[in-house]
């Protein structure tokens, strides 16, 4: 079993344009692993390393991603640079607090990920936990999906956890069929599951975030968490299925990253050794500040000091 403190998280990250006033946008940098990597780093303290594996251009941009990254106390030793490519970008329309996403990822590195296998075995074998999600592997080739697979179990195989976001994106997908087959098949690699409803009732029809859980425990993972909006989380560990509620929460602002940040404070009251049932409060609690803050990313700073933060230690 590893025992050095350490997360990582797997995946594309992107340059985000966010309206602003009038027809204006604000450029940032966000993606899904990034922004759970984001929360993961303002939640734990200074001696866990959370790092981020990806792939990224040579192009101007990609390198303010990695200072921007970097700058923040994310390590990016584990990113890799592909020549000749550039990173992808996502535009957020806003009605009424819920996004919707335009999407330009065509010529992404991220894309080439596991084009070269021995690198990234190298690059996760750094640490004990790693997180990715459906969208991690909703864009690699059918065969780069079958060798980062094989990658992950000899991750497993030497101590380390994994963390799974389901987070289908239909676009991303050849068909649901074969996205069906690819997430279970990453999902049952996990220990952690942390779907949303909306996304599972899509691809898989469950009837009601019980099922979900259901479903994903009987493939043997030990935690599932199903994220409902703003309705109760439904969760279990073992053969038992419970619900938390959510109290009545303000009209959303804007609720991009709203999920990737109720993942990385999960994870992280997890890893520092708090009950599922405080993980849960906690995730909730950062989550439903996220959504009042513009973009994906609530400055580090503003999650480190928030009311619920004490509540990690």
Known sequence: MKTSNSFLTLGETMVELAPVEGSLYKRGFAGDTLNTAW??????????????VTALGDDPLSSEM?????????DTT??????GKA????????????RSFSYWRDSSAARQLVDDPDWLKAAIKKADNLFLSGISIAILSPQDRGTLMGILQDFL??????????NFRPKLW???????????????????????FDDERDLFGDASPADTCIRYRDLGIREVVVKNSSQPV????????????????????????????????YLASVALGHSQEQAIKNAISLSAQVINTEGALMPMS??????????LV
């Open 87 to 98: 990173c992808g970008l996502y535009l957020i329309a806003l009605q009424e607090g819920e």
């Open 157 to 166: 195989s030497q101590g380390g956890e994994i963390s799974f976001d389901p």
């Open 78 to 83: 584990s990113i890799r640079y592909v020549s």
């Open 66 to 74: 990695t200072a921007f990254i970097q700058d923040h106390g994310i």
């Open 39 to 52: 929360y993961l780093r303002a939640c734990l303290p200074g001696d866990w390393t959370v790092g981020y």
């Open 174 to 196: 050849e068909n649901k069929k074969t996205s069906r087959e690819w997430l279970e098949k990453f999902a049952g690699l996990s220990t952690t599951v942390l779907p949303s």
């Open 234 to 265: 439904t969760y279990c560990r073992s053969d038992n299925i419970h619900v938390m509620p959510i109290s009545d929460v303000a009209r959303p602002k804007d609720s991009t990253g709203a999920g990737d940040s109720f993942n990385g404070a």
């Open 302 to 311: 503003e999650v480190r000091t928030s009311s619920w933060s004490g509540s």
